[in-house]
């Protein structure tokens, strides 16, 4: 533990899928702060792949985990991926990771995606460094969508808080109009 949450819904119905018969779950982590919590519990495992975009751990907490280099250890090797980005990414750098992150989770193939959703990186957000917009949010959902894959939304960060549910919404409605 070492997040703002005790439980792990991401995890949690990640695990629930398999245990309903999924063979792989990909988890797609568009919270600002990285997940360490789902990095730890699925490091070592390759039925679950963990895609995490976030903020830089070299300037943003929680600083220890979070780096390109960790790709995951024995069965997991391969099947973890961190997209570390830097204080002030706008909607165009952040996509490109978001880009790079859907095409290996395309690859991976898995039976459903887990949307860790965290709205966090909006610009007026006051513990976020990023730079997205109320106008870039439809576009993640949409993004998403063309994955084509059973997609579970798990609300997570944000705390701009006029902004919260304007920004969530407008990722669910570029899901659904896609």
């Not at 220890?64 to 997991?76: A, N, P, R, V, Y």
């Not at 204080?87 to 996509?95: C, K, L, Q, R, Y």
């Amino acid at each position: 533990m070492g997040g703002y949450c005790f439980i792990n819904n991401a995890a949690v119905a990640a695990q629930w899928f398999l245990d309903q018969g999924a063979s792989r779950v990909a988890i797609l982590d568009v919270d600002y702060h990285h997940g360490n919590g789902t990095q730890e519990i699925f490091y070592r495992r390759k039925d679950v792949q963990v895609i995490n975009l976030h903020a830089d751990p070299m300037q943003e907490y929680p600083y220890f985990l979070g780096h390109k280099d960790e790709i995951g250890e024995g069965e997991g090797e391969g099947f973890n991926l961190n997209y570390p980005l830097r204080w002030g990414a706008t909607f165009e750098t952040w996509n490109e990771a978001l880009e790079d992150g859907c095409r290996k989770l395309v690859d991976y193939a898995p039976d459903v995606v887990v949307v860790s959703l965290g709205v966090d990186t909006f610009e007026k957000d006051p513990i976020s460094k990023f730079k997205l917009k109320t106008e870039d949010f439809p576009k993640i959902g949409a993004r998403i969508a063309k994955l084509g894959l059973p997609t579970l939304f798990v609300q997570e960060g944000g705390y701009a808080v006029a902004d919260i549910g304007v920004n969530a919404v407008g990722v669910l409605q570029g899901y659904e109009g896609a």
